[in-house]
Each structure stands twice: as structure tokens, then as C-alpha cells.
């Protein structure tokens, strides 16, 4: 019976193989997607121009990505720490913030479920410090918020890959990984409501 059952296992299998539509690129024209992302951007041992250590960053951040018909681009951003810090009132708070913008194409693996994407980009950090006393009001928000000045910045060529698993066809998980962030993101095929 185990033998039955063992052969009967491998058939099926292989039925499910030759169906399965591998690296079929078409898949993309049925795609429009739209989520959000978070995770951690940063940079390992950040020097400045006289290759003084100024300290390692990594810090939570969020963003956007968007893909239409496979081209994939993502902005995933680091908010300064106290620039809707309350607590802040005088003087000035060392900070940093930092971004990367990615851009890739979409490679369906295994049919409309599971993807493959290398990216390529840009990532920034910077250094400074938020001005405890120059207040500012966010009009739409109504929130107050500070000026962050910016001492000292790098700019770096940004490059890694992403996998996309679809479970449902108007859901995407997204899991990205580059040189300078990781990040995870939830994303709606607006296409795939259509079904």
C-alpha cells in the first residue's frame, strides 16, 4: 500500500510539474500593484570625508512600492528621530535620517505565485541635527513639527533582490533584501480584484 500510495504521490506530482507555467512573463500583464513596506534601513560603519568613524545607523523605516506590468520600484524612508518630538524645545538633538529608492523587474518563477526581482538603486544617509527651537506647522496634519539641518551625507549605489509571494491573486508579500536595508511589505494587485 505504501508503494501504491508512494507511486500514485509521484504521478501526481509530475502532472503538476508539466502545468506549471515556469518563467512565463505574460504573467506580468495581468499585474498592477500598489502596497506599502517597512523594515530597516541603515549603513555599517559610516566615516565621514576624513575617515573619522561617525557611528553605525540603522532605524526603522516606511514606504511605498508600486508595480506595473513587472517594472517594480519601491521608496522605503528614515524619518529623523525628533522631528515630531514634543520633548524637544531648545537647543539642538544630533539625528539622522536615510532613504533608498529601488527600481527592478518582476520575474514570475512559478506561475502567478512566486517572484523574483533584482533591484537596483540609490540609498542615502545623513547626519545632523533637529533645531530644538525653529517649530514648524504641518497645514494639512496640523502637526508641529522641527527643522532637521543636515552636516554630512553619502550617497550609495544600492543593489539586492526581492521575493514576491502571491497567495491569493489580489495579495502580494513582499521580502526585500539590499546592501543597505531590509524591509518587508503587504501589497494589492488592483488587477486581481477583477477575477
Not at 11 to 38: C, K, P, T, Y
Not at 126 to 140: A, F, K, P
Request: with cysteine; hydrophobic share 40%; proline share 2%.
Amino acid at each position: 500500500m505504501k508503494k501504491f500510495t508512494l507511486i500514485a504521490l509521484l504521478i501526481s506530482m509530475m502532472s503538476i510539474q508539466a502545468q506549471a507555467q515556469w518563467f512565463d512573463l505574460e504573467e506580468n500583464s495581468e499585474r498592477a500593484v500598489l502596497g506599502f513596506n517597512g523594515g530597516i534601513l541603515g549603513f555599517r560603519n559610516v566615516t565621514d570625508n576624513h575617515n573619522t568613524d561617525i557611528g553605525t545607523y540603522k532605524d526603522i523605516g516606511f514606504g511605498v512600492c508600486l508595480s506595473l506590468g513587472g517594472l517594480y520600484v519601491d521608496f522605503t524612508y528614515v524619518m529623523p528621530d525628533h522631528r515630531f518630538d514634543s520633548q524637544v524645545i531648545m537647543g539642538n538633538w544630533d539625528d539622522h535620517s536615510a532613504f533608498t529608492l529601488n527600481a527592478g523587474f518582476q520575474i514570475p518563477i512559478y506561475e502567478h505565485y512566486v517572484f523574483i526581482t533584482p533591484l537596483v538603486g540609490w540609498s542615502r544617509v545623513s547626519t545632523g541635527y533637529t533645531v530644538g527651537n525653529d517649530i514648524g506647522v504641518d497645514s494639512e496634519s496640523n502637526s508641529i513639527y522641527h527643522k532637521y539641518v543636515s552636516t554630512w551625507h553619502r550617497n550609495e549605489f544600492n543593489y539586492g533582490g526581492a521575493l514576491t509571494i502571491s497567495p491569493i491573486s489580489w495579495l502580494d508579500l513582499n521580502f526585500n533584501v539590499t546592501k543597505n536595508a531590509a524591509y518587508a511589505g503587504i501589497a494589492f494587485n488592483l488587477a486581481g480584484f477583477q477575477d
